[in-house]
């Protein structure tokens, strides 16, 4: 198939999206105070299993990078499709002059392993991460953290199995935002045994070239 070069360029997709939750001082209408910050983000992902860890670039002259810079420590909340625009106000509007938890209507969660940031109760999924690592990189600072706690909602669970299916979980792409669409797939799905597939998959949705499934 015909291809055309782009050139250099950030276009990954799809891409998670995030509330990066921050805790730090700002100033609000003349007033000092200590504020629960959201930061809209997608660029972000894990990068090591152990110890668990993730990262995500922040630009130096986000309110966010100040905080976390300053605290060593953030929160990575997964949002759904039903809080949609507030995700999306946090992305627009800075902490420096609209407290967001408060605008957005969000409720913190207290977070074991991370001394004052709080999650996000309205997001299913949190992650606490701790800085290891901060890399300069350009128009970013890339944050490299350790996962030290994971909170989940508890209808997320059948049993003891985390299930995200079909929980309306955001994805980013090329400037618009989707909801999580139908599982096709699952991991090592094109090599499985035919009675793994029946019970995982809809037949629609099995390789087409069956070798793959022997």
């Not at 360029?9 to 999206?17: F, N, Y």
């Not at 499985?192 to 597939?197: E, G, I, P, T, Y």
Request: glycine share 8%.
């Amino acid at each position: 198939m015909n291809k055309r070069s782009m050139g250099p360029g950030t276009l990954l997709a799809p891409l998670p999206v995030v509330l990066v939750g921050t805790t730090g001082e700002t100033e609000h209408d003349g007033v000092s105070k200590v504020i629960q910050n959201a930061m809209t983000a997608a660029w972000t992902g894990i990068v090591n299993s152990e110890p668990a860890m993730l990262s995500v670039s922040i630009q130096p002259p986000r309110l966010t990078h100040r905080f976390v810079m300053e605290t060593g420590e953030f929160s990575i909340n997964v949002p759904t499709g039903k809080i949609a625009p507030q995700v999306d106000l946090c992305g627009v509007r800075s902490g420096r002059d609209l407290d967001k938890t408060a605008a957005c209507h969000f409720t913190p969660v207290r977070l074991e392993g991370l001394s004052v940031t709080a999650g996000i109760a309205e997001c299913p999924l949190i992650l606490a991460c701790r800085v290891h690592e901060v890399r300069r990189l350009g128009s970013h600072d890339l944050f490299i953290a350790k996962i030290v706690n994971v909170l989940a909602d508890d209808d997320l669970f059948d049993g003891d199995t985390l299930n995200l299916e079909n929980r309306d979980l955001l994805s980013y792409m090329h400037g618009n935002y989707y909801s999580q669409g139908e599982r096709i797939g699952f991991f090592g799905y094109s090599v499985a045994k035919q009675n793994v597939l029946k019970r995982r998959l809809p037949k629609a949705h099995w390789p087409k070239n069956q070798t793959l499934a022997l």
